[in-house]
Protein backbone atom coordinates (compact mmCIF):
# COMPACT_ATOMS: atom_id res chain seq x y z
CA UNK A 1 0.00 0.00 0.00
CA UNK A 2 1.21 3.00 -0.78
CA UNK A 3 1.04 6.91 1.07
CA UNK A 4 -2.42 7.85 -1.16
CA UNK A 5 -3.78 4.39 -0.26
CA UNK A 6 -2.53 4.90 3.27
CA UNK A 7 -4.40 8.00 3.77
CA UNK A 8 -7.50 7.10 1.84
CA UNK A 9 -7.98 4.21 4.41
CA UNK A 10 -7.39 6.32 7.09
CA UNK A 11 -10.10 8.86 6.22
CA UNK A 12 -12.55 6.17 5.53
CA UNK A 13 -11.53 4.95 8.65
CA UNK A 14 -11.88 8.46 10.99
CA UNK A 15 -15.27 8.56 9.48
CA UNK A 16 -16.80 5.06 9.66
CA UNK A 17 -14.59 3.38 12.36
CA UNK A 18 -14.26 0.30 10.65
CA UNK A 19 -11.77 -0.35 7.55
CA UNK A 20 -13.91 -1.65 5.04
CA UNK A 21 -11.55 -0.88 2.19
CA UNK A 22 -8.71 -2.48 3.57
CA UNK A 23 -7.35 -5.26 0.52
CA UNK A 24 -6.92 -8.77 1.67
CA UNK A 25 -3.93 -9.63 -0.46
CA UNK A 26 -0.44 -7.12 -0.14
CA UNK A 27 -1.31 -5.98 3.21
CA UNK A 28 1.70 -7.22 5.15
CA UNK A 29 0.21 -6.73 8.53
CA UNK A 30 -2.91 -4.92 9.54
CA UNK A 31 -3.50 -4.21 13.52
CA UNK A 32 -7.02 -3.84 14.40
CA UNK A 33 -6.34 -1.90 17.85
CA UNK A 34 -10.13 -1.54 18.61
CA UNK A 35 -11.03 -5.49 19.18
CA UNK A 36 -8.11 -6.15 20.97
CA UNK A 37 -8.93 -9.10 23.67
CA UNK A 38 -6.85 -10.30 26.34
CA UNK A 39 -3.79 -8.11 25.24
CA UNK A 40 -4.07 -10.09 22.39
CA UNK A 41 -4.10 -7.28 18.99
CA UNK A 42 -5.05 -9.64 16.06
CA UNK A 43 -3.99 -9.25 12.39
CA UNK A 44 -6.55 -8.42 10.34
CA UNK A 45 -3.63 -9.41 6.76
CA UNK A 46 -3.10 -12.73 5.03
CA UNK A 47 -0.11 -13.77 7.07
CA UNK A 48 -1.63 -13.55 11.06
CA UNK A 49 0.33 -12.88 12.90
CA UNK A 50 -1.02 -11.69 16.13
CA UNK A 51 0.73 -8.64 18.56
CA UNK A 52 0.83 -9.63 21.86
CA UNK A 53 1.05 -6.61 24.54
CA UNK A 54 2.02 -7.49 27.95
CA UNK A 55 -0.90 -6.31 30.79
CA UNK A 56 1.91 -4.33 32.48
CA UNK A 57 2.39 -2.21 29.58
CA UNK A 58 0.83 0.91 29.80
CA UNK A 59 0.93 3.68 27.04
CA UNK A 60 0.94 7.49 27.09
CA UNK A 61 0.69 7.67 31.03
CA UNK A 62 1.50 9.60 33.96
CA UNK A 63 3.89 8.74 36.21
CA UNK A 64 2.35 10.01 39.71
CA UNK A 65 2.63 6.74 41.67
CA UNK A 66 6.38 7.24 41.20
CA UNK A 67 5.94 10.83 42.69
CA UNK A 68 8.02 9.83 46.02
CA UNK A 69 10.49 11.62 48.08
CA UNK A 70 14.01 9.82 46.86
CA UNK A 71 17.45 10.45 47.10
CA UNK A 72 18.91 11.73 43.70
CA UNK A 73 22.55 12.19 42.85
CA UNK A 74 24.38 15.62 44.35
CA UNK A 75 24.53 16.89 40.26
CA UNK A 76 20.68 16.83 40.77
CA UNK A 77 20.58 18.10 44.25
CA UNK A 78 22.67 21.10 43.14
CA UNK A 79 20.51 21.74 39.91
CA UNK A 80 17.28 22.06 41.60
CA UNK A 81 18.59 24.16 44.41
CA UNK A 82 20.81 26.59 42.53
CA UNK A 83 18.41 26.61 39.56
CA UNK A 84 15.62 28.25 41.50
CA UNK A 85 18.18 31.14 43.30
CA UNK A 86 17.89 33.19 40.79
CA UNK A 87 14.35 33.33 40.26
CA UNK A 88 13.44 33.89 44.20
CA UNK A 89 16.30 36.79 43.94
CA UNK A 90 14.81 38.28 41.13
CA UNK A 91 10.98 37.97 41.69
CA UNK A 92 11.73 38.89 45.66
CA UNK A 93 13.83 42.21 43.93
CA UNK A 94 10.83 42.74 41.72
CA UNK A 95 8.25 42.37 44.82
CA UNK A 96 10.52 44.40 47.29
CA UNK A 97 8.20 48.09 46.63
CA UNK A 98 4.83 46.17 46.65
CA UNK A 99 4.13 45.52 50.10
CA UNK A 100 5.25 43.85 53.00
CA UNK A 101 8.37 41.30 53.89
CA UNK A 102 5.90 38.35 54.75
CA UNK A 103 3.89 38.91 51.80
CA UNK A 104 6.71 39.10 49.80
CA UNK A 105 7.93 35.96 51.20
CA UNK A 106 4.44 33.76 50.98
CA UNK A 107 4.36 35.31 46.99
CA UNK A 108 7.78 34.37 46.24
CA UNK A 109 6.67 30.84 47.85
CA UNK A 110 3.87 30.53 46.13
CA UNK A 111 4.57 31.41 42.73
CA UNK A 112 7.73 28.83 42.79
CA UNK A 113 5.24 26.33 44.17
CA UNK A 114 3.52 27.02 41.25
CA UNK A 115 6.77 26.81 38.68
CA UNK A 116 7.77 23.77 40.66
CA UNK A 117 4.80 22.05 40.83
CA UNK A 118 4.02 23.35 36.75
CA UNK A 119 7.26 21.52 35.65
CA UNK A 120 7.30 18.07 37.76
CA UNK A 121 3.51 17.59 36.26
CA UNK A 122 5.24 18.17 33.00
CA UNK A 123 7.86 15.64 33.65
CA UNK A 124 5.88 12.87 34.53
CA UNK A 125 4.25 12.70 31.37
CA UNK A 126 7.02 12.52 29.30
CA UNK A 127 8.61 9.38 29.12
CA UNK A 128 12.49 10.32 29.38
CA UNK A 129 12.19 12.60 32.72
CA UNK A 130 11.12 11.76 36.35
CA UNK A 131 8.98 13.49 38.41
CA UNK A 132 9.76 13.61 42.43
CA UNK A 133 9.00 14.98 45.29
CA UNK A 134 12.70 16.10 46.46
CA UNK A 135 13.12 18.11 43.19
CA UNK A 136 9.95 19.89 44.08
CA UNK A 137 10.84 21.16 47.40
CA UNK A 138 14.28 21.46 46.03
CA UNK A 139 12.97 24.19 43.91
CA UNK A 140 11.36 26.25 46.82
CA UNK A 141 14.33 26.04 48.69
CA UNK A 142 16.84 27.29 46.00
CA UNK A 143 13.57 30.00 45.63
CA UNK A 144 13.90 30.91 49.26
CA UNK A 145 16.98 31.36 49.44
CA UNK A 146 16.98 33.37 46.45
CA UNK A 147 14.85 35.91 48.17
CA UNK A 148 16.83 35.47 51.52
CA UNK A 149 20.20 36.62 49.69
CA UNK A 150 18.14 39.89 48.57
CA UNK A 151 17.08 40.22 51.53
CA UNK A 152 20.55 40.03 52.81
CA UNK A 153 21.86 42.26 50.42
CA UNK A 154 19.83 44.88 50.26
CA UNK A 155 20.21 45.49 54.40
CA UNK A 156 23.80 45.16 53.66
CA UNK A 157 23.39 47.77 51.11
CA UNK A 158 20.77 50.01 53.60
CA UNK A 159 23.59 49.63 56.55
CA UNK A 160 26.51 50.97 54.02
CA UNK A 161 24.12 54.02 52.37
CA UNK A 162 23.45 54.77 56.58
CA UNK A 163 26.90 54.52 57.66
CA UNK A 164 26.47 52.06 60.29
Same mark, same amino acid.
Given at each position: ????? =?????RL?SQ?Q??S???T %??AV????F??A????I????V?G????IP?? $??F????????EL? =?T?? %?? #? &???L =???IPF??L &???W #?SN?G?KRIN??M??????L #???S +??F???????RDS? =???? &??N +???? #?AG??L $?V?????D $?A $???G?
Open positions: MDSVE =LKKLWWQQFGLP %TGIFYDLNEDGVLDGSNHHLQDD $RVIAPRFAEFS =LPT %TD #L &LVN =LGFGY &LSL #LRNLFVFFCSA #LSA +IESQAWIPTN =LLDF &LL +ISGA #LAG $RVIASR $R $RQTS
